[in-house]
């Protein structure tokens, strides 16, 4: 059946039909997605190859590459950009959301995603306002982490030995500073040299902070007991790099505590708020690091003088104590005047008793001498010598009472020898004895011991248990009884010297 209209009819090369035809005296290919890209890629760069651009950052990342992505917007639109890893590593601050910034680049497509984007090679901070703005965001997120806690402070030391100076070498504060520690205290000073301003200045300030740190005590660069962090007034853009994070932290981390002298007394930046202490000028961090040293020779001799006014202060109290005393004691002279005047008269009452007494001796001697006579003293002898010859006194009844006593003792000096123990000795037995001294009475107790002691007429000897008896000796012959009692009976000789008793 044959359609009702013919399609070639009404075919003029531009409605579109099944299949894609070429219309006749057509040139225009159709261009592949690709070639689209590319012709607007090169177009839009051509065009726009140097802009610059205004806008607040939104979506900051930075990628493993360390390529920065972010985009840029207004109130009314949004373009993304890109930052590739060389640039970005040269930016002065750190890129955070809400910061109003200035991009400098070139507009080109991304074909990937058909979208166009802007490439930064350059990026500032558009104004101090916005600076001022990303200043107090950081602050914020670095107190929040407690690194302006004021119990993170240390107390400065008070006489620090080495002082590490973190600063540029060429400027006019270090000599500023060793000029005032020259004047106050001369001190030995480390001048770590680093960039205060500028591409790279940050780092070095932290790697100088964290190089202090490092050093050890006892090696051959002393470590210091202090550091200070300086730099001269300039502006905010100037004093940038010790608002760097990396530099706040650095300070805060340190191990030995830190002066911040960063600009003058009315700039402040992040580092004086991590340090231990803020100066407000280089100066005054030096004259912070170090007291004056004539006004500690000052202090010394004053404590020098009050500590000898106290070592003498009891001695001074001590002698105005005694002059006191002594000037309220009386005079020797009235406490010895009323014993003198005693004295003299005992001493005049003695000579006159002394002389009676002999007087009366005298007279009395006189007396007597007169009753004695040569005939009245022969007298008295006889008449001595007749009552003693009348005295009986008989020599036999003193000789009867001399037998009778001895007689009654004789039993018992017979007795008393036999119960002497060492008696038995001079007859020749021995008396065995333990290492205790204890005599032993039985054979089993003086087996049991492993020395003996055993005594003899002329001394003791000791002998180990066990050995074997010497031969035994020819025993002397006993007396016989008679001549034991004679020999007990037997009167000692008496002395031809010596005066009888008449008892």
């Not at 017979?414 to 000795?425: F, M």
């Amino acid at each position: 059946m044959p359609l009702p209209f013919d399609d070639d009819e009404f075919d003029d090369g531009r409605s579109g039909g099944l299949v894609a035809k070429q219309a006749a005296g057509d040139n225009a290919a159709p261009l592949s997605i690709s070639e689209i890209s590319n012709l607007l890629k090169r177009t839009v760069e051509d065009r726009f190859g140097f802009v610059r651009l205004r806008g607040e950052l939104s979506g900051v990342k930075r990628a493993a590459s360390g390529h920065l992505y972010c985009a840029l917007k207004d109130d009314k639109a949004v373009i993304d950009g890109v930052m590739w890893r060389g640039g970005a590593q040269r930016l002065a601050f750190r890129p955070e959301d809400g910061v109003e910034v200035i991009a400098t680049g070139k507009l080109t497509t991304y074909p990937g995603r058909s979208k166009y984007q802007i490439v930064i090679e350059t990026m500032e901070i558009a104004g101090e306002g916005a600076l001022l703005a990303l200043l107090e965001k950081l602050r914020a997120r670095l107190a929040a982490e407690g690194l302006f806690a004021p119990e993170r402070k240390r107390e400065l030391p008070f006489l620090p030995q080495v002082i590490g100076v973190v600063t540029s070498p060429t400027g006019a504060v270090i000599r500023d500073i060793l000029h005032r520690l020259d004047d106050r205290f001369p001190s030995h000073v480390l001048v770590w040299p680093v960039l205060v301003q500028g591409e790279g200045a940050a780092g070095q300030v932290a790697n100088a902070v964290r190089g202090f740190s490092a050093i050890q005590p006892g090696g051959p660069v002393p470590r210091p007991d202090l550091v200070i962090v300086a730099r001269g007034g300039g502006s905010i853009e100037d004093l940038w790099s010790f608002n760097e994070e990396v530099v706040v932290r650095a300070v805060a981390e340190s191990s030995i505590p830190v002066i911040s002298a960063v600009g003058h007394e009315t700039d402040t930046t992040l580092c004086d708020y991590a340090a231990d202490r803020r100066a407000p000028t280089p100066t005054a961090a030096a004259e912070m690091a170090v007291p004056v040293r004539l006004d500690l020779a000052a202090t010394l001799d004053e404590l020098a003088y009050r500590k000898r006014r106290c070592a003498l202060r009891p001695v001074t109290l001590g002698r105005e104590r005694l002059e006191a005393r002594v000037q309220r004691l009386p005079k020797p002279e009235a406490i010895l005047a009323a014993k003198a005047q005693k004295l003299d008269d005992l001493s005049e009452r003695l000579r006159r008793g002394l002389r009676d007494e002999a007087a009366a001796k005298r007279e009395q001697l006189g007396r007597t001498a007169s009753r004695l006579s040569l005939p009245l003293l022969r007298h008295r002898m006889e008449r001595s010598e007749e009552r003693l010859a009348r005295t009986g006194l008989i020599p036999r009844l003193l000789t009867r009472r001399w037998a009778m006593a001895r007689d009654g003792l004789a039993p018992v000096s017979r007795v008393l020898p036999q119960l002497d123990p060492k008696r038995p000795l001079e007859r020749g037995y021995v008396l065995a004895k333990g290492p205790d001294g204890r005599a032993l009475t039985s054979r089993e107790a003086a087996a049991r011991e492993a020395l003996l002691t055993l005594e003899f007429r002329d001394g003791e000897l000791t002998v180990a248990v066990g050995t074997e008896a010497p031969a035994p000796l020819a025993k002397a012959p006993e007396p016989s009884p008679e001549a034991s009692a004679a020999k007990r009976h037997a009167r000692p000789k008496p002395d031809e010297t010596r005066q009888g008793d008449l008892f």
